[in-house]
């Protein structure tokens, strides 16, 4: 029974390290990885996030939008843990995709909005020491992963002329 506990207590020291270390860098840290998509048309940015979301099959949970805000959350998306997550004691994964968008102003011809758009991904993981959903330190290789996703949208979002 001491030796369960100790182990909990190095376990739950290793995830605070690797928060700790994952926090550097282009992108966020710890528990997060958020891109800055710009200034974006709404529509345009509704159809990237549509074909994009499709391509790379991120379920939908939630949209919101009005004048001043569009929010679309995906539901969670349970993975495997990747080895240094195991290592550290994560039993299971799961990642969540949002696109947030804060109005700006209406376009000169006044048919869309401007917006401030910001893609974000959240990672989550159960842990030996903490069996409820609690944030994770996002591994490299699966903020490469949604780092796919995010340039695919970039790209879309700078090319998608209004068809």
């Known amino acids: 029974m001491k030796h369960r506990r100790v182990k909990q207590v190095l376990c739950a020291g290793a995830l605070v390290l690797m928060t700790a270390c994952a926090s550097g860098g282009r992108g966020g840290g710890g528990d997060v990885y958020r891109e800055n998509l710009?200034?974006?048309l709404g529509q345009p940015l509704e159809q990237a996030r549509l074909l994009i979301w499709g391509k790379h099959a991120i379920p939908v949970e939630r949209e919101e939008s009005s004048p001043q805000n569009i929010r679309?959350?995906?539901?969670w998306m349970i993975r495997a843990p990747e080895p240094a997550e195991a290592a550290a004691g994560v039993l299971q994964a799961?990642?969540?995709v949002i696109l947030d968008a804060r109005f700006l102003e209406r376009e000169m011809d006044f048919t869309d909005g401007v917006y401030r758009a910001t893609f974000i991904v959240?990672?989550?993981v159960r842990t030996e020491a903490i069996p409820d959903w609690h944030p994770g330190p996002f591994p490299e290789v699966v903020r490469e992963r949604f780092r796919r996703?995010?340039?695919d949208m970039r790209l879309e979002v700078a090319t998608g002329v209004r068809r």
């Open 72 to 75: 679309v959350e995906s539901q």
């Open 149 to 151: 996703v995010y340039n």
């Open 94 to 96: 799961r990642n969540r």
């Open 122 to 124: 959240r990672n989550e």
């Open 38 to 40: 710009g200034r974006v």
